[in-house]
């Protein structure tokens, strides 16, 4: 994809994203267009498909996997232990009290990384902590984690390394998987309760 193109995504991306705070949302660390980009810019919100992975092989209690999709697109295919929260609904009370804390890290998904960084985006410009954007989001989820390319015999051996846990991972997960698959749906577990948070302090603008 071209720079101008990335360029034009990502500007059309922060005015939803302005667009989306209701106007009647004041708060003192709301950030500009220019820090929002600053923020996209630094990749700080990504975390990557294997350590996703691991961390779903390992049932770390501490993350939660929120897909942003519509719910169609979510009973096809989801990652395991993945709640749903469409993008459209992300603004409602429902969820405030799931993606406002501080007791575990919130890793949107969707099938590339538009629709999670607007969530996460959003998120942030309203002050909550902990959210953050699966890299790549699916597609790129099933071409390292599901369908990993086997490395040349002369490649070094953290690569091959990083292969081999891949495969292990795609093994343990349902293997060769694609975004429209049903069989790799899994039981959630159940939510930890997370009162509302209230009187928090927040991290002020944009760095």
Same mark, same amino acid.
């Given at each position: 994809?071209?720079?101008? &193109?990335? #360029? ?16 009647? &949302? ?7 267009? %220019? ?28 993350? #939660? ?33 799931? @993606? ?57 051996? %953290? ?13 343990? @997960? ?6 429209? %698959? ?26």
């Amino acid at each position: 994809m071209k720079p101008r &193109t990335i #360029l034009a995504i990502v500007f059309i991306t922060l005015g939803l994203v302005m667009a989306a705070i209701p106007q009647n &949302t004041t708060h003192p660390y709301k950030l500009t267009p %220019e820090q929002l980009l600053e923020q996209v810019n630094s990749g700080i919100q990504y975390f990557s498909p294997d350590q996703i992975a691991d961390m779903i092989i390992k049932e770390d209690p501490s993350f #939660l996997l929120i897909d942003v999709r519509s719910l169609d697109e979510y009973e096809e295919f989801h990652l395991p232990g993945a709640v749903n929260i469409p993008l459209p609904d992300l603004l409602s009370d429902e969820w405030k009290p799931y @993606l406002n804390q501080d007791v575990r890290h919130n890793i949107f998904y969707s099938n590339s990384t538009v629709k999670a960084n607007e969530a996460w985006m959003i998120t942030l410009q309203l002050g909550y902590k902990n959210n953050y954007v699966l890299q790549g989001g699916l597609n790129y989820w099933v071409e390292t984690i599901m369908n990993p390319e086997a490395p040349e015999a002369t490649n070094p051996n %953290e690569e091959i390394a990083k292969y081999n846990f891949r495969k292990g991972a795609g093994m343990k @997960l349902g293997g060769a998987a694609t975004v429209t %698959e049903e069989s790799n749906a899994q039981p959630l577990p159940s939510l930890p309760k997370i009162a509302p948070q209230t009187n928090k302090k927040r991290v002020q603008g944009g760095c």
